[in-house]
């Protein structure tokens, strides 16, 4: 399988940054770099890796934190999310003080993405899905050979993303679960934002808030 992940938590919040490269050549990507950035680092030298972007799945401050001051010192291309998320960009600063993260340097994205595109590390290609609800801008990353998904705070082990910030929905939540992530199949195992990976047909049939959907 040429697709390879580590997911490292980070920062009081416990967010999933995952790191993931193609074993082919080696080059990687870091999804969602919300902070700890020295860890994070860390584990990519470990690797032996070479790190050539950062993708995000939305722009809350746990998720994004970090993202700005990465890009800057490592000459690395922002990709994503979906330009529904500006306005949290535009707040980074207030997001920060607000939940008590360091200063957060702000940020544009190198590229917006919108549902149906595809973004590609080494050889390893995912296909893009655009799955509002939680923030307006939520994007998910799914590459189909690996039966991976990166989904950020859409879905959860046993729970799903809040939609009481400003911008959520929660029946828009429920549509981007049923329509966009169960069609990926069952047995595709997902990487949430926060928490242990799960299955969606584990999900779709135990789940609480959106089972039997």
């Not at 470990?46 to 000459?75: M, N």
Request: glycine fraction near 12%.
């Amino acid at each position: 399988m040429p697709l390879h992940y580590r997911t490292i938590p980070v920062t009081p919040f416990q967010q999933n940054a995952s790191i993931v490269w193609c074993g082919a050549t080696r080059k990687a990507a870091v999804i969602d770099p919300g902070g700890e950035l020295p860890r994070l680092l860390k584990v990519v030298d470990e690797l032996g890796v070479a790190l050539e972007q950062i993708w995000l799945t939305h722009a809350h401050i746990d998720h994004a934190g970090g993202t700005g001051t990465l890009a800057r010192e490592r000459g690395l291309p922002i990709v994503g999310p979906h330009p529904g998320d500006q306005f949290w960009m535009d707040g980074l600063a207030q997001q920060a003080a607000m939940f008590g993260f360091p200063p957060a340097e702000s940020f544009a994205p190198s590229r917006w993405l919108a549902d149906g595109d595809q973004v590609q590390v080494g050889e390893c290609a995912f296909d893009v899905r655009h799955c509002p609800g939680h923030t307006p801008g939520h994007v998910v990353f799914h590459h189909a050979p690996a039966q991976r998904a990166f989904v950020g705070d859409v879905l959860f082990a046993g729970s799903i993303g809040r939609t009481d910030f400003p911008g959520g929905d929660h029946a828009t939540l429920i549509a981007s679960i049923t329509e966009r992530l169960w069609p990926m199949g069952d047995d595709t195992v997902f990487i949430p934002g926060h928490g242990p990976e799960s299955s969606f047909g584990h999900e779709r049939r135990h789940n609480p808030y959106v089972g039997r959907s």
